[in-house]
């Protein structure tokens, strides 16, 4: 395993993150799931590659996710050897300070995570998304203060234009408060839309970027139009507004990543992922993982050195379209 700083911080993470929105009790909306017991082997081969970066949100499995994985800290490992992840924004209840991020919400909804997680601290509290709610000064402060108070060490965001996370960033420090060192950017090969400007920002920033769905939900990481047995099944090819996740044209990219995956001798998850993590800005891809294979293939990735020529054949096929999975 390779390791790097969270950022430009002084915190150094396993090159790859445990995604762990595969934890949590099953339910009909969400029969992919895994339990405690389902999902112990995942959690001791992350240690056994030296991933000791674990992600998680509050709103993954209703809060049964972060329970989990407060679990299996204990069973498997010691707090001081992980750095814990997780997020705030989506509704966990009906109450005021259930959801967004309020100043009520941001420090009812960390209090709440980390009796979850049965922990003290929250190496880095993430909001999942932008709030147009909610003022940023609001935010930014009551997010300042749970690092002040010492119940989080630094903090994130995730999946927003570049021009919310800069008011945040800006906000943040013009008034001297704590700023964001990572950013969950949805990214991969068929969603490359925050190379446009949002990369751009986090490069000049020193911000880090976390990629969610590096493979697409697994597109990239199996031949056109092959769906997995579990969750790609269900999968939806929409996100809640309507916008496409892939396009028809995305059939030329998957189709190379085929081929050099044959060429190489390799698992297509292993292309998919080894370009990703070739981008300078990428810090750690969130690897979600439900088969023994999921992690191996990202690990092995960090070996492969895509040469020129087949990363031209990875891009030359891509279609700009709509960022998806958050707020026009």
């Not at 909001?127 to 147009?132: E, L, M, N, S, V």
């Not at 986090?202 to 056109?224: E, F, K, Y």
């Not at 070996?303 to 087949?310: A, K, R």
């Amino acid at each position: 395993m390779e390791y790097t700083r969270l950022g430009s911080s002084g915190l150094k993470v396993s090159r790859l993150a445990l995604g762990c929105m595969s934890f949590g009790t099953p339910t009909d909306m969400t029969p992919w799931t895994l339990s405690d017991e389902r999902a112990a082997p995942f959690f001791q081969q992350a240690l056994d590659l030296g991933i000791n970066f674990w992600d998680t949100a509050n709103v993954y499995g209703a809060g049964t996710s972060e329970e989990i994985v407060g679990r299996a800290i204990k069973k498997f490992t010691r707090r001081d050897a992980i750095v814990l992840a997780t997020k705030v924004f989506f509704p966990m209840g009906e109450g005021p300070g259930s959801s967004g991020l309020s100043r009520r919400a941001v420090l009812d909804q960390v209090d709440a995570s980390l009796a979850r997680l049965d922990t003290d601290y929250i190496d880095l509290y993430q909001i999942h998304r932008f709030d147009p709610e909610t003022p940023a000064e609001e935010t930014m402060e009551a997010l300042h203060d749970v690092v002040k108070s010492g119940k989080v060490r630094y903090i994130g965001a995730s999946s927003m234009w570049a021009w919310q996370f800069a008011k945040l960033q800006y906000t943040a420090e013009l008034h001297g408060w704590t700023k964001f060192v990572t950013m969950q950017d949805q990214y991969s090969l068929v969603q490359r839309e925050e190379e446009r400007e949002m990369f751009r920002l986090l490069a000049d920033q020193g911000v880090g970027s976390l990629p969610w769905s590096p493979l697409a939900a697994g597109i990239v990481a199996r031949p056109w139009g092959e769906k997995s047995t579990t969750r790609g099944q269900s999968a939806p090819s929409v996100d809640p507004l309507g916008r496409p996740l892939y396009l028809d044209s995305d059939k030329a990219t998957v189709d190379a990543v085929e081929r050099i995956a044959g060429e190489r001798g390799v698992s297509m998850a292993t292309v998919g992922m080894a370009w990703v993590l070739r981008n300078p800005v990428v810090t750690a891809p969130i690897v979600g993982a439900t088969k023994p294979h999921h992690l191996a293939d990202a690990a092995a990735a960090l070996d492969l050195q895509l040469t020129d020529d087949e990363v031209t054949a990875l891009e030359e096929h891509y279609v700009p379209r709509e960022p998806t999975y958050f707020f026009p």
